[in-house]
């Protein structure tokens, strides 16, 4: 099978480090991996997966890029930086809090400042929907994907996150950078999982090996396990370079969301403050802080242990976002 190309807009590989002073808190090698370092478009683990997206938009002389997600997205960020660099114009539906309804009742959703105002900077073209659910906003960049094919424009959509076969592969590949820059593999590497492709990829590149890749979940939804399982079956269709997942072989775990998707958990801010005094790092209130949180958890209560890696997928334009006055 022919596995695609990549433009380079990241730096890699980004650094690996050892957090000293909190591995001699927990009396156990912790290090770190610096997605947050990759150096595109304000940093972040979606760079990784948009060299590979890019590339592939680029091959196929699409002129207009659509996509979605949260207000607070890193992807559309980035994704609309990378479309600048190649001269393809970047339109995003958006909603503040797209989720089912019950999942909605949590209060505090950043929606200003952060991500929105970086986008104005890079020229994606927002529009913002009423809140609905994940499935309604994708229905909506569909409807701005055909109102531009309708008036000649050559579309591709991108779906939520970068999570397809090419986000997989981009993860898949940053496994096997992690592993050439290891001197003895890690016992554990703890990643945050929303759209799946950073813990699908990492968990299909160690499977079968000694360490073990627990993704930390930051939508609180149940059904997010089915999700990964389809997309590691995608990208084993697509590239044959690993075998589907099966559900028993994928570990997530939902209970570190706190209040909900969006939102910041009093533990996430609790890690990262201590992040942030222990070592001088930066985490982001929806992602990294509440897969920081949930690693010190399992840590406290003897789950995991030996040499642990946590991997730091940036996001850090959140930490300037507020709710709605
Ligand atoms: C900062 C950050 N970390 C982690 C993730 C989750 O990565 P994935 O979508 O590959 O599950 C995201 C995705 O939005 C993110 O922006």
């Known amino acids: 099978m022919v596995i695609p190309d990549r433009i380079p807009?990241?730096?890699?590989?980004?650094?690996?480090?050892t957090l000293s002073r909190v591995?001699?808190?927990?009396?156990?090698?912790?290090?770190?991996?610096?997605?947050?370092?990759?150096?595109?478009?304000?940093?972040?683990?979606?760079?990784?997966?948009?060299?590979?997206?890019?590339?592939?938009?680029?091959?196929?002389?699409?002129?207009?890029?659509?996509?979605?997600?949260?207000?607070?997205?890193?992807?559309?960020r980035q994704l609309g930086a990378a479309c600048a660099v190649v001269g393809i114009r970047c339109l995003a539906a958006t909603m503040h809090a797209p989720y089912e309804e019950a999942d909605r009742k949590a209060t505090g959703i950043l929606t200003q400042g952060g991500n929105p105002a970086l986008d104005e900077i890079f020229g994606l073209e927002r529009t913002l929907y009423p809140d609905g659910t994940w499935a309604e906003l994708d229905a909506h960049a569909e409807a701005l994907a055909e109102s531009e094919r309708a008036r000649g424009a050559k579309v591709h959509v991108i779906p939520l996150g970068g999570s397809g076969p090419l986000g997989v592969l981009a993860f898949y590949?940053?496994?096997?950078?992690?592993?050439?820059?290891?001197?003895?593999?890690?016992?554990?590497?703890?990643?945050?999982?929303?759209?799946?492709?950073?813990?699908?990829?990492?968990?299909?590149?160690?499977?079968?090996?000694?360490?073990?890749?627990?993704?930390?979940?930051?939508?609180?939804?149940?059904?997010?396990?089915?999700?990964?399982?389809d997309l590691s079956r995608s990208f084993s269709d697509a590239y044959g370079l690993a075998?589907?997942?099966?559900?028993?072989?994928?570990?997530?775990?939902?209970d570190y969301v706190g209040?909900?998707?969006?939102?910041?958990?009093?533990?996430?801010?609790?890690?990262?403050?201590?992040?942030?005094?222990?070592?001088?790092?930066?985490?982001?209130p929806i992602y990294s802080a509440k897969t920081f949180a949930g690693m010190l958890d399992l840590l406290r209560k003897k789950k995991i242990g030996g040499r642990v890696l946590f991997w730091h997928t940036g996001g850090m334009p959140a930490l300037f976002a507020r709710p709605s006055d």
């Open 259 to 284: 209040p909900g998707y969006g939102v910041p958990s009093p533990e996430g801010t609790e890690a990262l403050r201590y992040l942030a005094r222990r070592e001088g790092i930066l985490l982001d």
């Open 243 to 254: 075998p589907a997942l099966s559900p028993h072989q994928i570990d997530l775990r939902l």
């Open 9 to 17: 807009l990241c730096i890699l590989p980004t650094p690996i480090g």
């Open 173 to 229: 590949r940053a496994a096997e950078e992690l592993a050439s820059q290891l001197t003895a593999p890690v016992d554990f590497i703890v990643c945050p999982s929303s759209s799946g492709s950073t813990h699908i990829g990492l968990t299909s590149s160690f499977l079968g090996t000694s360490t073990k890749v627990i993704g930390i979940g930051c939508d609180p939804e149940p059904e997010m396990l089915d999700d990964l399982v």
């Open 23 to 76: 591995s001699s808190d927990f009396g156990t090698e912790i290090l770190i991996k610096r997605d947050d370092l990759t150096g595109f478009a304000g940093n972040g683990n979606k760079g990784r997966k948009l060299e590979y997206l890019i590339s592939e938009i680029v091959t196929q002389g699409i002129d207009t890029v659509v996509s979605s997600g949260a207000t607070q997205s890193n992807f559309l």
